[in-house]
């Protein structure tokens, strides 16, 4: 079955870039018709939905983190990376890759049917 895996940042300072990978497995990320997402899970608040890179390289942003967010690939290694520039301590949640459903372009987390097991990132001096 398709699993995804992201990396494990742990702790970032504020004002840096937060940088993460996601590394799918079973299943390539240049499949036709497939979005690949990041979303995130603020203490006390919903979970929220990044940004996309899909099938062809194409990337998508939430309007409101769209100016500080960057989604990239590698498609000879099968992953698709996170970058948050200028974090605050707000930035701090569980992190998630996930896949969006077939043919579904994603703007919110339950356009999803696969997800990693979500990593920690904490922002603190």
């Known amino acids: 079955q398709v699993q995804l895996q992201e990396s494990s940042p742990g702790l970032v300072k504020p004002s840096q870039t937060l940088s993460l990978t996601c590394t799918v497995s079973?299943?390539?990320?240049?499949?036709?018709?497939?979005?690949w997402s990041w979303i995130r899970h603020i203490p006390r608040k919903g979970p929220e939905w990044i940004g996309y890179i899909n099938y062809s390289g194409t990337t998508g942003y939430s309007p409101s983190l769209k100016s500080r967010t960057s989604i990239a690939r590698d498609t000879s290694k099968n992953q698709f990376t996170l970058q948050l520039s200028s974090v605050t301590p707000t930035d701090t949640a569980v992190y998630y890759c996930a896949r969006g459903r077939w043919r579904v372009i994603p703007n919110e987390p339950s356009d999803h049917d696969i997800w990693g097991q979500g990593t920690q990132v904490t922002v603190s001096s």
């Open positions: 079973n299943a390539s990320i240049a499949t036709d018709y497939y979005y």
